[in-house]
């Protein structure tokens, strides 16, 4: 009883927003939008130099096409996450993830549950979501959770359209944009990072003094209120590293991420049905439960 009581509280959701973080930290991104993030009448904009450099990574890591990713997350109390995998954002967005719970409040009531890694794997209509034996039982023994991306418009307020737009899209370029939308950002020089000599960018971002209104209400519909960031990138402006901390509704939250095997070509399997469960019907279960 305590169990199912857990699970309808909100552990359904946070399997979701546990991907969120490893694929995209606290930043946004706009789907779609090729264009230049600099508002005209931006109070602050970089100089020349750097504005170029960043806009090369931008459509570097674009054409680039997919990479590998390590990631280590902290969302304040909540949880604290470790990520490996790969992401494809060539065309429909697609990717498999390891998340590995490393602490914080939803990792205990997890571990409780038997789970404390989960696979995540990212499809063009739907993200899956693996749990335990112990959590599997609560499901009639199906070890699969899918998330129909149109399904996500039923959660509370905008965050079901912010988690659509994030795992749609996953190059990881949404820190470049908003180094270039805030506008103050700055070149520190160079470093070797992972054993690759790459140049280094630092800034930070209060969002209630962006200009861009559509990366402004779309970073606060994700709770953000202002944020550090730092990225490393290499010769071919592609992007290396990147440390993001970000000031939030619900606390702070960082992220470090690493990337590498830029081009590495995936293959993401859709899990079998007979072992999948719908995230509505979960919740529709949830709710009809007294």
């Known amino acids: 009883m305590r169990d199912r009581l857990v699970v309808g509280r909100g552990v359904l959701p946070w399997l979701l ?30 100089d020349a130099r750097t504005a170029a450099a960043l806009r090369a990574v931008e459509t570097a890591t674009v054409r680039a096409g997919s990479a590998r990713i390590t990631s280590a997350t902290v969302m ?13 954002w060539a065309g429909d967005s697609t990717g498999t993830l390891r998340i590995t719970y490393t602490g914080g409040e939803l990792a205990t009531t997890m571990r409780r549950l038997g789970t404390t890694t989960m696979e995540a794997r990212l499809l063009p209509d ?5 749990v335990g034996t112990r959590f599997a039982r609560q499901m009639g023994g199906r070890h699969w959770i899918r998330y129909d991306y ?39 020089g160079e470093e070797t990072v992972d054993g690759v000599r790459t140049r280094h960018y630092s800034g930070t971002v209060e969002v209630a003094a962006l ?3 559509a990366l402004r209400e779309q970073l606060t519909a994700a709770g953000v209120t202002g944020e550090t960031l730092d990225i490393w990138v290499d010769d071919r402006d592609l992007l ?23 081009g590495v070509r995936l293959s993401v399997r859709r899990p079998p049905a007979a072992d999948t469960r719908d995230f509505e019907d979960l919740v529709k279960q949830q709710s009809s439960t007294p």
């Open 17 to 46: 927003t546990a991907a969120l973080a490893a694929l995209a930290g606290c930043t946004a991104d706009r789907a779609g939008d090729a264009g230049p993030t600099q508002s005209d009448d931006a109070p602050h904009r970089p």
């Open 76 to 88: 304040g109390a909540m949880l604290s996450t470790r990520t490996e995998g790969a992401l494809d």
């Open 126 to 130: 739907a993200y899956y979501a693996q």
């Open 150 to 188: 149109e399904d996500l418009d039923a959660l509370p307020g905008d965050s079901g359209r912010y988690l659509k737009d994030q795992l749609r899209n996953t190059a990881p370029i949404p820190p470049v944009r908003l180094l270039l939308a805030s506008g103050n950002v700055r070149a520190v």
């Open 211 to 213: 200009t861009d209104r």
């Open 240 to 262: 290396v590293k990147k440390v993001e901390e970000a000031r939030m509704s619900t606390g702070l939250m960082t992220q470090t991420a690493h990337y590498r095997d830029y």
